[in-house]
Every structure is written in C-alpha cells, then in structure tokens.
C-alpha cells in the first residue's frame, strides 16, 4: 500500500471481509486467462470459505495465487466542495480489503459441514433448517456432493481512503459540506471520517457539553449500549423487547447518540422521517448520571438539524412528562390524552405553516 497511513487494523479488514454480501475473487485459469467470480463466502477460523459444484470452472482454480476483494463507497467528495475552478480535487472516499492466498480444496468433511453451516448462518440467520453437520446422516451424501474451498486469510490488507493525508483544514471543510448536502450515507461518512482523523477537532455541531460527543450515525455496534437505555422506560417497558427495539432503530432515518470522553453511550435519539413532510422523533433519554447537564437538549437539536430531519415541514412526539424540556426545542403541545396510566401529550415543531399529518 502506497499510503501506509491508509492502512487498516486487520480486524477492521477482516470485518469488512465477513460483513460483505459477496465478494470478488481474481485469479488465472489453467490457460493463463484472468478468472473473475463474484462469490458468496463466509469467514470463519481465519479463512474465506466459499462451494460451488465439484464439476464446475472453480475446480481449475485449485493450487493458484487468487485474491478476493471488497469495497464500500463511503462518498463522493466534488472538485467544487475544495476548489472553485479546478476539477482535480473531485475524489471519492471507501473502505476496502483484499485477501491474497492460494486456493486450497477442503476435503474434511467434518470441516466442510461446519464451513457450509456458518455459510448458513451467515445468509440465513433466521435458521429454518436442521444444522448442518456430518454426523447427521441427512447431510452425508449433500457435504460429500458439494466443493469447498478456502483462501487462509493471512495476507489482508485494509484500505481506508478517508482524507488520512490531506489536513485537518480539508477534513474540517469536507465535513462541514457533507452535513450540508445530506444524501442518506453522508452522516455516516462523516462519522468515518472523523474516526479515521482523530487529531482533527470535532466541528461545533457534534460537540456537547462537559467534553461530550455527538454522533450524527452510529453502526449496529451502539445497539447495545442503546438498549440500556430505553429498554426500562415507560414507553418501551411491557410492551416492547429488545429484538422489536433493535429493529425499530435500525429502521429509523436517523439514529443519534451522545458520548463521554471515554465513548461510553451516555445518550440515544431517533428519528422516523419521510424527510419533506412528516417526522417522529422517539427513544430519547440520557444516562442517569448525565441528566440534567444539557447533552439531552443538544441531542435532540442536532437530531432536529439531521440531514433525515431537517426539511421535515412537521416533527412529532409523544410525551407523559417531558413537555417543558421540548418547548425549549421549540415544540408546542398539541392534544393530551389519557393512556391508561398516564396523560401522553402529543407535541409538535411545525416548520410550515398549513401542514398537516396527512
Ligand atoms: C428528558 C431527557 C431526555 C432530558 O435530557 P437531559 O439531558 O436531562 O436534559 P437537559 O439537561 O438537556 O435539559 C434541558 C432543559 O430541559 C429541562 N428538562 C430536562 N428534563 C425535563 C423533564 N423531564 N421535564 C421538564 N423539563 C426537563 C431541564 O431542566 C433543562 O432546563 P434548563 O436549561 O432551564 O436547565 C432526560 O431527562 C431523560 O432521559 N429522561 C428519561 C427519559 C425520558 O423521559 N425521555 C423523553 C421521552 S419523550
């Protein structure tokens, strides 16, 4: 790798490797020909496995140098965001691995069978099928019928092209103009870039109080931490678990969180918008011990300026207690009504006069 300073951990490359939904495998065939083959593979026990038909081209691969790749555009950056007359700048921003190994027949059939069940449980995590082992006569005569093969992942290499090379000034602008044009990847960019460039001070917008962070995007890794504090509360608690919860912020248009200076979740929002007319803001709280010490208020405001959010003519809520601290954020009460055990107030910020629901 030219850039050294582009360069990845191997586990961040080996997670993009296991997290991708097929890869490229290149290698040579018998006649010297390039060979290219997008590949369903799975890793598992340091090695890509991926089968195919003992009667099919793979077979010729055998015993050959190959390598398999995988990329993930993280932006388009334009020439104009950095340079008013030049088109030179114009550059994109990814994530991406190679493996180079030799490829290598799996004839184990005990290994085989547990290469094609982690396969399985890769593409089919639902399940829905009798596991996948050798010992079970069901499966004796399928593992025998099927090829496997497996590259050693020893040789990884990680490339994150995130601006690493170019200043803190072109990050900082970088950043500024992402948030601005606001595609549905933009804040997640954001949030790579200013992992990749930790020397780069966060602009004011992802600041919060008492040396906290804000995040504009979070990956799945957060679920967790985030679920500790919404699962208790009165509007998830007995009606809700942690699986409905998991997938009620992995299919929202904006998941926010606040951090300490250490990184510790200390505080989540979301936000369901069509992104013109109509938002929900819901599963907003702070940690205990940071309550009352303004990230709530700063969460919530960056989430209303969230790319998702931002030109919603119409943010809605729902609240049993909270309403003073949303009229701070410019909300209004709007209709109250008895929720069995509680009065549940329904707030809204109207951005556009004559908008309704609808
Ligand atoms: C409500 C909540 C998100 C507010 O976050 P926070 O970080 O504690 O709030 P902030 O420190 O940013 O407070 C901003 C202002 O709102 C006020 N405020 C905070 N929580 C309030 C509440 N529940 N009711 C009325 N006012 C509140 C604060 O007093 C503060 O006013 P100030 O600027 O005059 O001091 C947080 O207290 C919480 O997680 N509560 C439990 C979960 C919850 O009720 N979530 C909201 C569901 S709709």
């Not at 890794?221 to 699986?243: C, I, P, Q």
């Amino acid at each position: 790798m030219r850039r050294e300073m582009m360069r990845s951990s191997r586990e961040q490359a080996i997670a993009l490797l296991a997290g991708a939904p097929y890869v490229h495998l290149a290698s040579s065939g018998p006649d010297g020909q390039p060979v290219l083959r997008a590949l369903h593979g799975v890793v598992c026990d340091g090695a890509l496995y991926f089968h195919g038909s003992p009667a099919g081209e793979k077979v010729s691969l055998v015993g050959r140098e190959a390598v398999v790749a995988h990329e993930e555009l993280v932006a388009e950056i334009p020439s104009y965001w950095t340079d008013a007359t030049m088109a030179c700048p114009a550059t994109s921003l990814f994530v991406s691995v190679q493996a180079h190994a030799v490829v290598e027949r799996v004839e184990d059939p005990v290994e085989k069978a547990s290469a094609l069940q982690a396969l399985m449980r890769r593409f089919q995590p639902e399940g829905g099928h009798a596991e996948i082992r050798y010992d079970d006569p069901r499966y004796r005569k399928p593992v025998d019928g099927v090829a496997l093969w497996k590259l050693a992942l020893d040789r990884v290499d990680g490339k994150w092209k995130l601006a690493q090379n170019r200043g803190a000034d072109y990050v900082r602008t970088v950043i500024d103009r992402l948030w601005e044009r606001g595609r549905a990847t933009d804040a997640r960019a954001i949030e790579l870039l200013l992992e990749a460039n930790t020397s780069v001070e966060r602009p004011a917008f992802l600041q919060g109080p008492e040396r906290s962070t804000l995040h504009p995007w979070s990956d799945p890794s957060a679920l967790a931490a985030a679920l500790e504090l919404v699962r208790d509360e009165y509007w998830n608690a007995a009606r809700f678990d942690d699986e409905a919860i998991t997938a009620a912020h992995r299919a929202s248009s904006a998941w926010v969180l606040a951090r300490d200076e250490h990184g510790a979740v200390i505080a989540t929002a979301r936000a369901v918008s069509d992104g013109v007319k109509y938002c929900y803001l819901g599963d907003v709280a702070v940690r205990r011990d940071w309550r009352g010490r303004g990230v709530g208020a700063a969460l919530v405001r960056m989430l209303l300026d969230h790319p998702a959010v931002r030109r919603a003519a119409r943010v809605e809520l729902a609240t049993r207690d909270a309403m003073a601290f949303y009229e701070r954020l410019g909300f209004s009460l709007v209709s109250q009504q008895h929720n069995g055990t509680f009065v549940r107030s329904t707030m809204a910020l109207v951005r556009a006069q004559n908008v309704v629901a609808a």
